[in-house]
């Protein structure tokens, strides 16, 4: 061997070199792994390692990813994450194994329902190899450098002595013997061959059914078949993990098996209306399909109260202790002695209240169709309406205007006395109307002639009344007004000339006035005739004072007219 120089390289170089060689390949060749390469470290716990060696192989799926680098005790070092999964419900010792595998990236990631079981490489026990299910794609994926997978996650291999020392002892040797001594004696008795013979001519029927097992078996849809084996891999692992829990299972099956041998004839009986009430069953379960989406409607609206539940319970508690003290004999004969004179008393006033409560519905419909209408209602004046001094409001406004008004002028004062004082008012204006209580003419002054009066006594008639007729169906009242013409007036020209001094007008207009006084007094007294001749002489000393003061007025009032009926 020679260097790049040309040069030989020394011997004790070689020998260097081709020692360095053979321990690579020595190392590789026994540990089958490089010291500068290497997988993922997983730890999972068995309740026994077996035969299982460092150096098995650790495969899915027939493939190998891995191999185990560690086996020890759980109660050492490496196991002291998984010793609480290993340990028994007797507080005894923990037992079992923790196995530390080395898988390859192919083998990962792995989930947190995966599984390790211990299987044969050959037919015969020992060579065990350890058999990976990665888990579910659903389930989470753990840390496997911080996860130790627990003994519900792992199992064993059934070796031949548990075979032959846990499976056939006992009770399970003597059925055996008694199964083989009946199946002899039933090839014996029924002719052996021939019995064959018969079970071989009756068997395509049994076997037409179980081929439609097997079909039904296969499911409906793709991977029902899998998804059951599935299933079915986790309810047998779940038996397995209680043993003493399987064992009362068996036991128990073959109690409920023998009930329904010793029934047999009830069983076919009851075996031959199972169609029809399959049948019924069906119809039952599409109605109650039908009924979930209600039901689940209304279980979503009665979560809340169901979840206030409690606290009502809680709150109604004390009622429900008074309500039972109050429902015991002692309570309930007194109650009744109390209540016994009283319900006839009830009873009469449940008749006596249904007059009332018709006079109140009466009472109300009278507000609802007359008294409210006529309290919204607003007064129509018509073309003479004054907006600016007329009424604006609806009439319970209106109302409530004038009282506070009134109140105000009853109340106000000061030292002088009240605000509003009432005086006596003149003019040159004399209206003169007929009292229609008593038909005598009745006199009055303004200071500006009338222009009409509204609403004229001729159209101030009231709302139709029908005493017969409920008050719900009568008219409500009629606010719309129209004017009328003025009455008898007569006014002193704005332009005319008063003649004479203030004391004759004094006195003419007094003499005049005092005529009407005594008139009134003669009337109050009964005196009609000797009322009616002063007024009549005071209606002509008040058209002289025009005459004489006023000059010609525009309109006179004379006892002639009275006569005439003008």
């Known amino acids: 061997m020679r260097s790049r120089s040309g040069r030989r390289l020394p011997n004790w170089a070689i020998g260097l070199i081709m020692i360095v060689i053979l321990a690579v390949a020595s190392y590789a060749a026994f540990t089958k792994s490089v010291p500068w390469g290497g997988g993922t470290e997983v730890t999972a716990v068995f309740n026994t390692a077996q035969n299982l060696r460092v150096n098995s192989p650790v495969r899915i799926a027939g493939v190998e990813v891995g191999k185990v680098t560690k086996v020890e005790p759980l109660a050492g070092s490496a196991a002291d994450g998984a010793e609480d999964e290993g340990e028994s419900t007797s507080g005894t010792a923990p037992t079992g194994a923790v196995v530390t595998m080395e898988i390859d990236d192919d083998g990962l990631p792995m989930k947190e329902d995966a599984t390790f079981t211990l299987k044969p490489r050959l037919f015969l026990e020992g060579n065990l190899f350890v058999d990976v299910r990665p888990g579910s794609p659903s389930a989470p994926t753990v840390d496997t450098a911080d996860y130790t997978f627990p003994p519900q996650n792992t199992s064993n291999t059934v070796q031949l002595d548990e075979v032959l020392t846990g499976a056939l002892q006992g009770d399970s040797r003597k059925d055996l013997q008694?199964?083989?001594?009946?199946?002899?004696?039933?090839?014996t008795d029924f002719g052996g061959a021939d019995s064959l013979r018969t079970l071989n001519k009756v068997s395509p029927g049994a076997f037409r059914y179980t081929s439609e097992v097997n079909q039904a078996i296969l499911g409906e849809n793709p991977h029902d078949l899998s998804e059951l084996i599935g299933n079915l891999d986790r309810v047998v692992r779940g038996l397995g993990a209680n043993e003493e829990a399987l064992g009362d299972l068996v036991t128990n099956l073959r109690i409920f098996t023998g009930s329904f041998a010793q029934q047999s004839a009830p069983l076919e009986a009851a075996i031959q209306e199972l169609p029809g009430t399959i049948d019924a069953g069906n119809t039952a379960f599409a109605s109650l399909n039908a009924a979930f989406p209600s039901l689940r409607a209304f279980a979503r609206e009665a979560l809340p109260g169901v979840r206030s539940t409690p606290e009502t319970l809680d709150a109604a508690t004390p009622l429900l202790r008074q309500l039972r003290g109050l429902a015991q004999p002692s309570e309930l004969r007194g109650l009744a002695s109390d209540l016994r004179p009283t319900i006839p008393n009830l009873a009469q006033l449940t008749r006596d209240t249904i007059p009332f409560l018709n006079q109140s519905r009466?009472?109300?419909?009278?507000?609802?169709?007359?008294?409210?209408?006529?309290?919204?209602?607003?007064?129509?004046?018509?073309?003479?309406?004054?907006?600016?001094?007329?009424?604006?409001?609806?009439?319970?406004?209106?109302?409530?205007?004038?009282?506070?008004?009134?109140?105000?002028?009853?109340?106000?004062?000061?030292?002088?006395?009240?605000?509003?004082?009432?005086?006596?008012?003149?003019?040159?204006?004399?209206?003169?109307?007929?009292?229609?209580?008593t038909g005598e003419p009745l006199a009055g002054i303004t200071p500006f002639p009338l222009q009409g009066a509204m609403p004229p006594l001729s159209s101030s008639a009231k709302t139709p009344f029908r005493p017969k007729e409920p008050c719900e169906n009568q008219d409500a009242p009629n606010l719309s007004?129209?004017?009328?013409?003025?009455?008898?007036?007569?006014?002193?020209?704005?332009?005319?000339?008063?003649?004479?001094?203030?004391?004759?007008?004094?006195?003419?207009?007094?003499?005049?006035?005092?005529?009407?006084?005594?008139?009134?007094?003669?009337?109050?007294?009964?005196?009609?005739?000797?009322?009616?001749?002063?007024?009549?002489?005071?209606?002509?000393?008040?058209?002289?004072?025009?005459?004489?003061?006023?000059g010609a007025a525009n309109d006179t009032y004379s006892p002639a007219d009275e006569e005439s009926g003008g």
């Not at 704005?494 to 005092?514: F, P, Q, R, S, W």
């Open 481 to 550: 007004a129209v004017p009328g013409a003025p009455p008898t007036q007569m006014t002193t020209p704005a332009g005319g000339t008063v003649t004479g001094t203030a004391a004759d007008i004094y006195e003419d207009a007094g003499e005049t006035l005092m005529g009407f006084a005594e008139a009134s007094v003669a009337r109050s007294e009964g005196e009609n005739e000797v009322a009616r001749e002063q007024e009549k002489e005071a209606l002509e000393a008040l058209t002289d004072f025009y005459e004489s003061y006023g």
């Open 178 to 187: 008694i199964f083989l001594d009946q199946f002899g004696a039933a090839l």
């Open 362 to 437: 009466a009472l109300s419909s009278c507000f609802n169709n007359v008294i409210l209408p006529w309290a919204n209602d607003t007064i129509d004046g018509g073309s003479t309406y004054n907006a600016t001094h007329g009424p604006k409001g609806r009439v319970f406004e209106e109302t409530a205007y004038g009282l506070a008004g009134i109140g105000g002028e009853s109340r106000s004062g000061d030292a002088n006395g009240q605000y509003i004082r009432v005086i006596a008012g003149g003019g040159t204006n004399t209206v003169v109307i007929d009292d229609e209580s």
